[in-house]
């Protein structure tokens, strides 16, 4: 039995109990299952009030039904909506019921986004974008799923396919045609031309990738430093809560706390590292260790010192940015070659870290749109499709119809970014990532 042509049903909305529960149905045999719970369909696309029951005539719930029928919908199938009151208890007799439906049978991880894909409703990009959509927690996550599930980045990618296609007809005209007088001079001086703009603004597209995964996954901020500079209190502090162990022995943290944080909508993610000295400790020569592994993966390094002492402005494995931060100001009179004194035990400073932190995701984020590649796939395949252009390009000495061939695979390569092609092996690991009624 094929499984594809299954219907299927799960809960699209929150986790139970709650106010209304929102259940889908999917596939050719939506509207007829329907049909048997609660009579007649409504018209297409509105809602009304109806009993659902079971077969034998008992009162499941009463809810409002809704019919999307294809191609117009979601998935590209029938689809039903069931809007009942979010109780397990009803969620389960509805699925108790469904299931007695011949090929009728509970979704999969991802199902109705997957055949919304395999329907052309969706692309790769909005489909990424969408899972994007319902994980985003910050302002800056949202504005960059919304660029994506809507289909803005995907059109960019299109318009770059779209170009490439006509560059090869052109190439492909001048080698089939090069001594009629159908083909006026040489069409490929207008390819070169095109296809090193080309060249250029994939390069720029990409320049923005570190910054799109920035926004996916969060600003990496490590807090480093020697033992007790006051490294678990500013944790503490920024997180607002107690995260990390502070007390007056040297060398309390020995492993890394990680706490995630909402900068100005950004998504920031926080380590608490331990001391950086020399010791013959094991245990906190090993968290040394994953400190400074820490350190070297990170985007911005907060190093601390107790204001009288040295800061450190350079880490091995490094090259990022370092901000000096002189601590425990309320001991000390502020003075010294820090960026920033501030006191977690007071407070002071901590509203000048947090401008500094917004100024700088702000400066990465300048001159840069939405329209971004934030997952390492895209960026992999980005690189390949700018490799094949510039091949094309820089291979002057080559027959034309080696420099097609790189612009082939530059199209090709491009394509497998929206889903076009060869991307079957791919859409277990993306569609695993959904819940069960996305």
Same mark, same amino acid.
């Given at each position: 039995m094929n499984k594809a042509t299954d219907t299927i049903y799960a809960l699209s909305s929150g986790g139970l109990p709650s106010g209304v529960a929102v259940l889908r149905l999917s596939g050719d045999r939506s509207f007829p299952i329907t049909q048997a719970l609660i009579g007649s369909l409504p018209p297409s696309r509105q809602a009304a009030l109806k009993t659902i029951r079971t077969r034998n005539g008992?009162?499941?719930?009463?809810?409002?039904?809704?019919?999307?029928?294809?191609?117009?919908?979601?998935?590209?199938?029938?689809?039903?909506?069931?809007?009942v009151h979010g109780s397990k208890a009803?969620?389960?007799? =509805?699925? !108790?019921? +469904? $299931?007695?439906? %011949?090929?009728?049978?509970?979704?999969?991880?991802?199902?109705?986004? &997957?055949?919304? #894909?395999?329907?052309?409703?969706?692309?790769?990009?909005?489909?990424?974008?969408?899972?994007?959509?319902?994980?985003?927690?910050?302002?800056?996550?949202?504005?960059?799923?919304?660029?994506?599930?809507?289909?803005?980045?995907s059109a960019l990618y299109a318009g770059w396919a779209d170009r490439l296609t006509r560059a090869r007809a052109l190439i492909e005209a001048e080698l089939d045609f090069a001594e009629d007088d159908?083909?006026?001079?040489?069409?490929?001086?207008?390819?070169?031309?095109?296809?090193?703009?080309?060249?250029?603004?994939?390069?720029?597209?990409?320049?923005?990738?570190?910054?799109?995964?920035?926004?996916?996954?969060?600003?990496k901020i490590v807090i480093a430093g020697e033992p007790n500079s006051g490294k678990s209190s =500013?944790? !503490?502090? +920024? $997180?607002?809560? %107690?995260?990390?162990?502070?007390?007056?022995?040297?060398?309390?943290? &020995?492993?890394? #706390?990680?706490?995630?944080l909402d900068i100005d909508g950004y998504a920031v993610?926080?380590?608490?590292?331990?001391?950086?000295?020399?010791?013959?400790?094991?245990?906190?020569?090993e968290g040394i260790r994953r400190a400074l592994k820490t350190i070297a993966e990170a985007d911005l390094v907060l190093s601390l010192a107790e204001i009288g002492r040295d800061v450190r402005t350079a880490f091995e494995g490094f090259a990022g940015k370092v901000?000096?931060?002189?601590?425990?100001?309320?001991?000390?009179?502020?003075?010294?070659?820090?960026?920033?004194?501030?006191?977690?035990?007071?407070?002071?400073?901590?509203d000048e870290l947090h401008r500094v932190i917004a100024a700088e995701l702000s400066l990465r984020a300048e001159g840069l749109s939405y329209a971004l590649p934030s997952r390492l796939r895209h960026r992999q395949l980005l690189q390949e499709t700018l490799w094949a252009i510039r091949s094309a390009c820089?291979?002057?000495?080559?027959?034309?119809?080696?420099?097609?061939?790189?612009l082939r695979l530059a199209g090709q390569t491009l394509g497998r970014i929206t889903g076009h092609v060869d991307v079957e092996d791919l859409l277990g690991v993306i569609f695993s990532e959904f819940c069960i009624g996305k």
């Open positions: 008992l009162t499941i719930d009463q809810g409002l039904v809704l019919g999307f029928p294809s191609p117009a919908s979601f998935t590209g199938e029938d689809c039903v909506e069931l809007h009803v969620i389960l007799a =509805l699925y !108790n019921e +469904l $299931a007695s439906f %011949e090929r009728c049978r509970m979704a999969e991880n991802g199902e109705f986004s &997957r055949r919304a #894909l395999e329907n052309g409703k969706m692309d790769l990009v909005e489909v990424e974008g969408l899972a994007d959509l319902i994980s985003a927690e910050t302002e800056m996550q949202r504005r960059l799923a919304i660029e994506h599930s809507s289909g803005k980045l159908d083909v006026p001079g040489s069409v490929s001086d207008q390819v070169w031309t095109d296809m090193s703009r080309l060249a250029d603004e994939v390069s720029a597209h990409l320049a923005g990738a570190s910054f799109g995964e920035i926004i996916r996954d969060g600003l =500013l944790m !503490n502090a +920024l $997180a607002k809560r %107690e995260v990390a162990i502070v007390t007056d022995i040297a060398g309390t943290t &020995r492993d890394v #706390l990680h706490v995630d993610k926080l380590y608490d590292t331990a001391g950086l000295r020399d010791t013959a400790e094991v245990v906190e020569k901000i000096g931060v002189g601590t425990k100001c309320d001991l000390h009179e502020p003075n010294g070659d820090y960026d920033i004194f501030l006191s977690a035990l007071t407070g002071a400073g901590l820089d291979a002057i000495e080559d027959g034309l119809d080696i420099r097609a061939e790189h």
